[in-house]
T-cell receptor, first 109, second 116 residues
């Protein structure tokens, strides 16, 4: 079956760095997305990786290892507004998104 | 900046009643998705349209749910009759490309449904 695993909840301190991991098992693979979702709101797009390596976008970076079925989202210089759920989703061979349950990130002052 | 529009934002209904949700995708986007999201879980795809055609409705409970995108632009999702277990956030998303595509999906604000 197809599966996405990510931690349920993480806590970090304002100003610090946090890494949210995601492992995936899909039938075929056409890339991996990260979305941010604030409580009660819709997901918003953060990043898309299809090739191995790290992609940096401001305070956020996303890494992919296709051979390991692994990705992470790195958030630097954490701000209180980064408190949200972070959803990992892999695109399978049918170009359907397989979603993880999300990681709730709690930022403490 | 173009956005996906959804209405209503909140809906409270009693079980056995009918409810309908509306979605207007980003202009020019060929593909439209309806998702259901239960608190603490990832979105679950209910139906995917490419233009006016259904591409995937394998997870749509067809005995009570229906969806249409008659002119290939806006879309309506209906539930009749609503059940207590239908309480969830209903999300609409759209993406530019048609067919097999890696295009990013952009989400609307969602409709929070509560069934009493």
């Amino acid at each position: 079956g197809q599966n996405i695993d990510q931690p349920t909840e993480m806590t970090a301190t304002e100003g610090a760095i946090v890494q949210i991991n995601c492992t995936y098992q899909t039938s075929g693979f056409n890339g991996l997305f990260w979305y941010q979702q604030h409580a009660g709101e819709a997901p918003t797009f953060l990043s898309y990786n299809v090739l191995d390596g790290l992609e940096e976008k401001g305070r956020f970076s996303s890494f992919l290892s296709r051979s390991k079925g692994y990705s992470y989202l790195l958030l630097k210089e954490l701000q209180m507004k980064d408190s949200a759920s972070y959803l990992c989703a892999a695109l399978d061979s049918n170009y359907q998104l397989i979603w993880g349950a999300g990681t709730k990130l709690i930022i403490k002052p | 900046e173009a956005e996906v529009a959804q209405s209503p934002r909140y809906k409270i209904t009693e079980k056995s009643q009918a409810v309908a949700f509306w979605c207007d995708p980003i202009s020019g986007h060929a593909t439209l998705y309806w998702y259901r999201q239960i608190l603490g879980q990832g979105p679950e795809l209910l139906v995917q349209f490419q233009d006016e055609s259904v591409v995937d409705d394998s997870q749509l409970p067809k005995d009570r749910f229906s969806a249409e995108r008659l002119k290939g632009v806006d879309s309506t999702l209906k539930i009749q009759p609503a059940e207590l277990g239908d309480s969830a956030m209903y999300l609409c998303a759209s993406s530019l490309g048609a067919g097999a595509s890696t295009d990013t999906q952009y989400f609307g604000p969602g409709t929070r449904l509560t069934v009493l």
